[in-house]
């Protein structure tokens, strides 16, 4: 079956630029969670969505938003981006909730300049 | 809160021998704990997991088993491969996927 999507793969934006990222999740898996993976950081919880509820936040400033469709495709959205903000963006998808672990999409990288 | 500890690397091993990667959780109650591996450019891949106390994970020659006792999830293999060259991260579930720093492992032929 067909895995994590997510698209693009790379995107190069600039600071104060707002960009959105998707993410298509394992068909029948209604989990879509969002990570950001840095050098410096490693991986940090973004959001966590399920059937198109926010179920679970980190500790990211307001800019960082997403929202679930009702085919669980996901989004997420940076508004007024920071040279900070420079990541790889992971998404990941799971039936329910994470003690069956996570498939994980590729990533999208961004870099902001 | 709940958290993962792992050795820090990089880890240098020649081809054929023995890995362990080290990881200890701190935890209220008995979470899930798993060990992904991310391979270069790409995303993260499940590779093993345990949900309760003395569960032992394996998958492609690699295993860990879940102390309790020890607050512990250790990663072994008992002969690598270049192709397991690669960032090996541990997590528990928290109840979101919480992950170790990443051990970077290298293989030598």
């Known amino acids: 079956k067909a895995g994590v999507t997510q698209t693009p793969r790379y995107l190069i934006k600039t600071r104060g630029q707002q960009v959105t990222l998707s993410c298509s999740p394992i068909s029948g898996h209604r989990s879509v969670s969002w990570y950001q993976q840095t050098p410096g950081q490693g991986l940090q919880f973004l959001f966590e969505?399920?059937?198109?509820?926010?179920?679970n936040k980190g500790n990211f400033p307001g800019r960082f938003s997403g929202r679930q469709f009702s085919n669980s495709r996901s989004e997420m959205n940076v508004s007024t981006l920071e040279l900070g903000d420079s990541a790889l963006y992971l998404c990941?998808?799971?039936?329910?909730?994470?003690?069956?672990?996570?498939?994980f999409g590729s990533g999208t990288r961004l870099t902001v300049v | 809160g709940n958290s993962v500890t792992q050795m820090e690397g990089p880890v240098t091993l020649s081809e054929e021998a023995f890995l362990t990667i080290n990881c200890t959780y701190t935890a209220t109650g008995y979470p899930s704990l798993f060990w992904y591996v991310q391979y270069p450019g790409e995303g993260l891949q499940l590779l093993l997991k345990?949900?309760?106390?003395?569960d032992k994970g394996s998958n492609k020659g690699f295993e860990a088993t879940y102390r309790k006792e020890t607050t512990s999830f250790h990663l072994e293999k008992g002969s690598v491969q270049v192709s397991d060259s690669a960032v090996y991260f541990c997590a528990l579930s928290d109840p979101n996927m919480r992950f170790g720093a990443g051990t970077r492992l290298t293989v030598k032929p």
């Open positions: 345990a949900t309760k106390a003395d």
């Open positions: 990941a998808s799971s039936l329910g909730d994470s003690t069956s672990g996570y498939t």
């Open positions: 969505y399920f059937s198109e509820t926010q179920r």
